[in-house]
C-alpha cells in the first residue's frame, strides 16, 4: 500500500464550478500537508501548506485536513481556466522526507 | 535568484550508455532531493542530501543509480546502465528545511 492515495483524475469542471481534490494517507505521524500545482512541463510549485487538523483558506482556495480520518482535501472556488494544472498532496513528519501523492490531473473548460 | 536548475532539460539515449543528470539547487539551501516522476508511479523521492551528505536513499530503484552531491551548489543523478523503464521526468528539487521544496524544470529522460 502506497503512503499516500490520490485519484488520477482525469476531472474535468466548466469554469465556475467549486472544486473537490482529496487524498488519503495510512501513516498518522505525518503532522504538515502540502498542495502543489504543476502546470504542464513544468515542476510542481508550492500552493498551500497547512499544519496538522484544520482548515486554511488562501482566495478562492481552501485546504482541509482530518487527521482522525486520514484525509486532506484541497477545495477551489469560481474555478477558471488559468486553474488547469495536476494538482499533488504531499506531507511529511518533519519537512525532511515528503511523500507525494501520484496528482489528479484537472481541466477547467472556458 | 534563478531557482533549481537542472541540466540537461532533455535526454535521448540508447538503452546501456550511461546518462547523467545535474543539478544547481537555490543558494542558501541545505536540502536537496532527487525524484522521479512516471505516469504510472507518480513523483517517487529518490534520494534527498542534508549538507551534501545523503540521508535517505532508500528510494533508489537498483545499483544502477548513484547520486552525489561533492558541494552545496551541485548535485548529480547517474544511471548506468540505463534501461527503457527509466524513461521518466527526473525532477530535482531544493529547500532550507522548511514547509517548501522548490523544483526544478526536471530533466525528460528517454531510454530507447
Known amino acids: 500500500q502506497k503512503e499516500v492515495e490520490q485519484d488520477p483524475g482525469p476531472l474535468s469542471v466548466p469554469e465556475g464550478a467549486i472544486v473537490s481534490l482529496n487524498c488519503t494517507y495510512s501513516?498518522?505521524?505525518?503532522?504538515?500537508f502540502m498542495w502543489y500545482r504543476q502546470y504542464s512541463r513544468k515542476g510542481p510549485e508550492l500552493l498551500m501548506y497547512?499544519?496538522?487538523?484544520g482548515n486554511k483558506e488562501d482566495g478562492r482556495f481552501t485546504a482541509q485536513v482530518d487527521k482522525s480520518s486520514k484525509y486532506i482535501s484541497l477545495f477551489i472556488r469560481d474555478s477558471q481556466p488559468s486553474d488547469s494544472a495536476t494538482y499533488l498532496c504531499?506531507?511529511?513528519?518533519?519537512?525532511?522526507?515528503?511523500?507525494f501523492g501520484s496528482g489528479t490531473k484537472l481541466n477547467v473548460k472556458p | 535568484d534563478a531557482g533549481v536548475i537542472q541540466s540537461p532539460r532533455h535526454e535521448v539515449t540508447e538503452m546501456g550508455q550511461e546518462v547523467t543528470l545535474r543539478c544547481k539547487p537555490i543558494?542558501?539551501?541545505?536540502?536537496l532531493f532527487w525524484y522521479r516522476q512516471t505516469m504510472m508511479r507518480g513523483l517517487e523521492l529518490l534520494i534527498y542530501?542534508?549538507?551534501?551528505?545523503?540521508?535517505?536513499d532508500s528510494g533508489m530503484p537498483e545499483d544502477r543509480f548513484s547520486a552525489k552531491m561533492p558541494n552545496a551548489s551541485f548535485s548529480t543523478l547517474k544511471i548506468q546502465p540505463s534501461e527503457p523503464r527509466d524513461s521518466a521526468v527526473y525532477f530535482c528539487?531544493?529547500?532550507?528545511?522548511?514547509?517548501?521544496?522548490?523544483f526544478g524544470p526536471g530533466t525528460r529522460l528517454t531510454v530507447l
Open positions: 543558494s542558501g539551501h541545505d536540502y
Open positions: 504531499a506531507m511529511t513528519r518533519n519537512f525532511n522526507k515528503f511523500y
Open positions: 528539487a531544493s529547500s532550507s528545511g522548511g514547509d517548501e521544496q522548490f
Open positions: 542530501f542534508n549538507n551534501n551528505v545523503p540521508i535517505d
Open positions: 497547512t499544519y496538522s487538523s
Open positions: 501513516n498518522s505521524a505525518f503532522q504538515y
